[in-house]
């Protein structure tokens, strides 16, 4: 049904975007600009994407001009039957990481590169593809593209960069630049999202939304309009008279990466404080990249780190190994004893970072800290939706 309802809407210039990480906020983005000028349809951020392209196509209607669809995978052969089902005029690589590597899943990152190539590959040679030139396995992934290749990110040399870079709880500014034939142009552009790496999402957008008609105000505009998604690197008011920067409902090891560089670039006179959950999925590079984790905690001179689960011992012996004070660190088996650490640590002004996916529901801190009753003891739970709202939160499953 919705492979015949999309032939009906010819109307419409399909963007999708793929990559291990920052897919929904680049999505978000690029929508965000394209609707300064077209009636725009985006995949729901709540489905899962066998159900979500279907669904998404079913949603078009004759005003529909842009359609920009998330092409998420996690097994072999799933873009596959994502381009069954619609293929795009332009697509976004947003990078590639290990997240889905483990043989549950993709088994391999040989393999993760392969199936998110398809998308490339499928384009016309009418095409474009917008690639993340900061990644350099999605740098390399340009090969073989019968489409027109475009390069984003703080490398001077890339199509469209960014540069002076600065992040504040505001936002986040950057000095675009970018040619227009033979001109070079320079402009500077603020998002409402938090986060330096928030730029390549901004930068995917320009790219998309200049070669779609757009000028550069329309995008600016756009741009200056988007806010954090709760849980995703969102400023809230934390437990005990904390800033909570809430980034609980996903965890890669390039979203943790960034979360870690957020917390180090926000200004605080408190304590800079990480909770960190485990990054699942992740196959046999698990190991490397929670201690890897560990030395960027280091290398950012985060005050205090508190890690939950049995690889979080890894990201703390790492920082440790490295010259973190071992007084400064402490490991938790759930939620309960970190909950218990952090009533001894936490201050009035402290910065709290707190990282993990959706399924560790790692919110059950933050209601233990606003002294709900929190019975539920489990590290991993099947569960989407928040914990505040589960029958099993008191009791347990």
Request: glycine share 8%; net charge positive; hydrophobic share 40%.
């Amino acid at each position: 049904m919705a492979k015949v309802w999309l032939k009906l809407n010819s109307q419409i210039t399909v963007i999708g975007i793929t990559g291990s990480y920052g897919k929904t906020n680049t999505a978000r983005a690029i929508n965000q600009v394209l609707s300064e000028k077209y009636s725009t349809l985006q995949t729901d951020l709540n489905l899962d994407t066998n159900f979500n392209l279907p669904i998404t196509l079913l949603k078009l209607r004759p005003f529909h001009r842009k359609a920009v669809l998330e092409y998420g995978v996690d097994h072999q052969g799933e873009m596959n039957f994502h381009l069954s089902l619609v293929k795009p005029q332009i697509a976004v690589l947003t990078g590639i990481n290990p997240t889905h590597s483990d043989q549950e899943h993709l088994g391999s990152i040989a393999n993760i590169i392969l199936e998110k190539k398809k998308l490339l590959l499928s384009l016309p040679k009418s095409g474009l593809a917008i690639l993340n030139g900061d990644d350099s396995q999605a740098r390399k992934m340009s090969q073989g593209i019968k489409a027109k290749v475009l390069f984003y990110g703080t490398d001077p040399k890339d199509d469209f960069s960014a540069q002076q870079i600065k992040v504040s709880f505001e936002g986040t500014t950057f000095l675009l630049i970018y040619h227009q034939g033979q001109e070079k142009k320079e402009i500077k552009i603020k998002t409402g999202l938090v986060g330096r790496h928030f730029v390549q999402a901004c930068l995917a957008a320009v790219a998309v939304g200049l070669n779609q008609g757009l000028t550069i105000d329309q995008i600016k505009r756009a741009l200056g309009k988007i806010k954090p998604l709760p849980g995703r690197l969102s400023i809230e008011k934390g437990p005990l008279r904390t800033i909570l920067l809430n980034d609980s409902l996903r965890a890669n090891p390039a979203s943790t990466l960034a979360g870690l560089q957020t917390l180090a670039d926000l200004p605080t006179k408190g304590k800079r404080i990480a909770v960190l959950g485990e990054m699942g999925e992740l196959g046999d590079s698990a190991e490397k990249e929670h201690r890897l984790i560990g030395e960027k905690v280091f290398e950012l001179k985060i005050d205090f780190l508190l890690g939950i689960g049995p690889l979080q011992r890894l990201t703390i012996e790492q920082a440790i190994k490295l010259g973190m004070d071992r007084k400064k660190t402490f490991w938790a088996k759930d939620v309960l004893q970190a909950s218990e650490f952090l009533k001894r640590i936490l201050k009035s002004g402290d910065l709290f970072y707190l990282k993990g996916s959706r399924l560790r529901h790692l919110e059950r801190i933050l209601l233990l800290l606003e002294g709900e009753q929190v019975g539920c003891r489990v590290v991993s739970c099947h569960f989407y939706h928040h914990c505040r709202d589960c029958p099993f939160l008191k009791t347990g499953i």
